[in-house]
């Protein structure tokens, strides 16, 4: 829901409007229904909205009290809770809508605020003399921010600083190491240009005149909470913990609330959860073009489900020449390069979806929570540090290769390494996989699958809600033993579930991905259009990457895959085109 945007002058001018403006039409697709401003003094904040609560005007942003502006990107999902309680503390309402909740919860509790808001979010909140920046605990809802010692400027994406021009566009060292190993994934507060931040997640920031470089506050962590329940307790307490979640996210909205279901358990339990809740429910399903080795859809999964619940089914079959024909274009609506091979997926899906309904549910956080994927067990079942137990099966590269992929410009220490070794470290609760469950939940899904679904749905102005990243749910789900979550080869309190309201198909089948085949066994066209990105001028005046490398990854690019099963060749291309598109 909707695109943030502002300004904060540290040397006395005033923003300028058409700074402002270009910002806010950078994030023009993320809001599409209205737009507002505000301008006054040496703060400037812009708006671009996607009306999915209260669709009058009195929800309009930014939204002014007093001395108070506040613009903001999210849905609350408390707010009528808080509105209840905020009104028997004294104040008046004049709009039905969240946005006003999280004013007035500042007005009550200051920065505290964040502590009383459940749902995903990042605001900011100008306080007369201070900017209060905050981002929701899981970080479902991005936050960027450029600084120099005249000024501080933010936004939803990072597309939109750019064209705000004054940013140190050079590649990040550390952000680079991480983007080539960690599968793109660059932890807050880098991003893969030196001259852009973001906000952690769980986070806040409060910049001033006087204060230009505030320390970050972590107001939430995730830790287990002892419990002493059986298994059948475990499940059951998940169960409720779900379908609250599931049902507060299909609210909490003056709009229609549809489904991306993929087929696979977790996508096709929040339908037989929604399904006595509501007729006629809308679900979404996307396929591609198969090849030998890999079918390009999951239909014959997601079939079952609208068989059995009779929803309101809209299935679309994507030829691959419309894939790469696309590409370009999802790439430009990428904030941060993103190699996973289901941003282009949710991309096209996101386009045709936000012709029926502005708002979708989607499964996204059940397999880290519950600890679903292959590489798990593996991990597991692995010997030595917790460092050396988790390296083989996830880092794309060693840090060796990585030292023979890019030009020595970019060569430094085994960053990658330092961030998940200190990482694991710091948690000192639990088993290693706890630990590892847990590093996922915070850290690698934030930058991975979660920035993925919000940047390509939000590109067209579709608000993709996830309830398995419910922050109640993610806490219990810290909880249960990790035995308990590999049972039945992962996930098993979730499969737990849905043995009353899914076919056993369902359950036991092999885990699934977004499948799409044509950028994961690169061949033909596909080949041929990131052979051109690597062999374009631009990419060799740039000289980020070693000839050898990418001359070695052309000549074969199947044989050369990430233990995740990614193309190294297209994790390659992908970062080149994302410069290239963005103008860089």
Sequence with gaps: MC???????????SPKITILSKMMDSLARRGPDDSGHFIQGNIGLGHRRLSVIDLSNHAHQPMLEQNLALVFNGTIYNYQTLQRELTLLGHIFVSNSDTEVILKAYKQWGEECVNHLDGMFAFAIWD????????????IKPLYFSQTPYRIRFASTLPALLVAGDIDTNIDPIALHHHLTLHAVVPAPYTILQGVRKLAPATTLTFSPQHKSPTPKCYWNLQPKQQNFTSKQWVEATRIALQTAVDSHLHVTDVPVGVLLS???????????????????LTFSIGFEDVPEEEGSEFKYSDQIVARYNTKHHRYTIPNSQVLTRLPEAIAAMSEPMVGQDAVAFYLLAEIVSKEVKVVQSGQGADEAFAGYFWYPLMQAAQGTNLERFKPFYFDRSHAEFLQTVNSDYHGEDYTSQTIGNLLAKDTNGTFLDKVLRLDVTTLIVDDPVKRVDNMTMAWGLEARVPFLEHNLIELAASIPADLKLQENGKYPLKAIARDLLPSSIIDRPKGYFPMPALKYVRGPFLDFMRDVLNSSACRQRQLFQRSYVDKLLAAPEKYMTPLQGSKLWHLALLEKWLQVHGL
């Design 128 to 139: 007369g003399n201070k900017l209060f920046l905050a981002r929701d605990r899981l970080g």
């Design 3 to 13: 695109g943030i945007c502002g300004e904060l002058r540290f040397d006395g001018a």
């Design 263 to 281: 087929g696979g358990l977790d996508s096709s339990l929040l339908v037989g959860l929604l399904a006595d809740n509501m007729a006629d429910l």
